[in-house]
């Protein structure tokens, strides 16, 4: 039996229409809406979609959105003046700057700009000072991704208490906050990366297994326990054909999309899963949608928590 989609888009919808109520209470109370600020530095394409979408959904849900743009040619030094600017601005409550940073800026512009930000605006839960947090399961902002995969779990009624989790990718923005988040749920968890000797029998272990590298179609069936539930958070742009034919028969949707577009958007997870895992998380639709919903999620806590009011996102683990 096919394995059961976890509806992403479904749970990102829900999401918002629970923050939307929230910031208009917020709004009337604080006579203003919670305020994201949103910096994109140069011109990638896929860089400028992403900050296109987060601008569209902010507005959507009643938040003030405001996008600061940098040229690709902007200094670090210029880049941590914009963030000051925000860190010091009443109106904003959350400030997201959009990676990858141009690599002229260096390689640890990155960290230094995570490290800049006002820790109880960090939305993208990126500062050391919450990723501390996180460890101790206070409450903090905590990165999106990983948030939402959880609340796509939870209300999934995926148990997660107890479960043997292992997490493929060590990053600090999706592999270690997503373990943390499911230890503290009571998870027996494995983090898994490049060296791991023999993944696919430690992976087998899993019966929830978030795969998070970037290597499209890289977790196959062998994987997989047969009933396990399995966390796609791969994303890569693909646009060789003959990938796209080993990995789709002719006919399907996804090769239909990809002679409509030239490219597709590939997961980790090798569609064979499909017939092994209890529950899967389809992409495209599956974590992507709650990555947004999570940062105007995130927005809001911060609103709420800077204008120390009761609420903001409880202890980063929730569970007791
Ligand atoms: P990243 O920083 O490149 O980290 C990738 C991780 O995968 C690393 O820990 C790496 O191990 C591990 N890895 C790479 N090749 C491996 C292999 N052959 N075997 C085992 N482990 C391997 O990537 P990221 O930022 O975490 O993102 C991961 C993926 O998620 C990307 O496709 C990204 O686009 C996607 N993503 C999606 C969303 C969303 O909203 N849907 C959000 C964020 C990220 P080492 O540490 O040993 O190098």
Do not use: W
């Amino acid at each position: 039996m096919p394995a059961r989609l976890l509806d992403g888009v479904a749970v990102a919808d829900a999401i918002r229409a629970e923050v939307r109520p929230m910031v208009e209470a917020f709004t009337t109370r604080a006579g203003r809406p919670p305020g994201l600020g949103l910096v994109l530095v140069g011109a990638d394409p896929a860089s400028a979609l992403y900050v296109t979408s987060k601008l569209k959904s902010a507005a959507e849900t009643g938040l003030r959105a405001d996008l600061e743009r940098l040229p690709a040619t902007a200094s670090i030094a210029d880049l941590l003046r914009v963030v000051d600017r925000l860190n010091r601005s009443d109106a904003h409550d959350g400030i997201l700057v959009q990676s990858p940073l141009p690599e002229a800026m260096g390689p640890d512009a990155e960290r230094r700009v995570f490290d800049a930000l006002s820790p109880d605006k960090d939305v993208d839960g990126f500062h050391p000072i919450n990723v501390g947090r996180l460890v101790q399961n206070r409450q903090a902002l905590v990165a999106c991704t990983p948030a939402g995969i959880i609340e796509l779990l939870e209300r999934s009624t995926i148990p997660i208490a107890g479960a043997r989790a292992v997490v493929i990718g060590r990053s600090d923005i999706v592999g270690k906050p997503m373990a943390l988040l499911l230890l503290h749920r009571h998870a027996t968890v494995t983090i898994c990366h490049s060296r791991t000797v023999d993944l696919p029998q430690l992976a087998r272990e899993a019966d929830i297994l978030v795969a998070a590298l970037g290597r499209p179609a890289f977790v196959t069936a062998a994987f997989v326990k047969p009933g396990a539930t399995v966390v796609d958070v791969g994303t890569t742009r693909v646009d060789d054909r003959a990938t796209i034919e080993r990995l789709f028969a002719p006919g399907s949707k996804r090769r239909a999309a990809f002679e409509r577009r030239g490219s597709l958007v590939l997961g980790d997870v090798h569609p064979a899963v499909e017939q092994v895992a209890g529950a899967l998380t389809p992409v495209p639709g599956g974590v992507g949608p709650l990555t947004i919903a999570m940062l105007l999620r995130n927005t809001l806590a911060a609103a709420i928590q800077r204008a120390g009011g009761a609420g903001g996102t409880g202890r980063a683990g929730g569970a007791g």
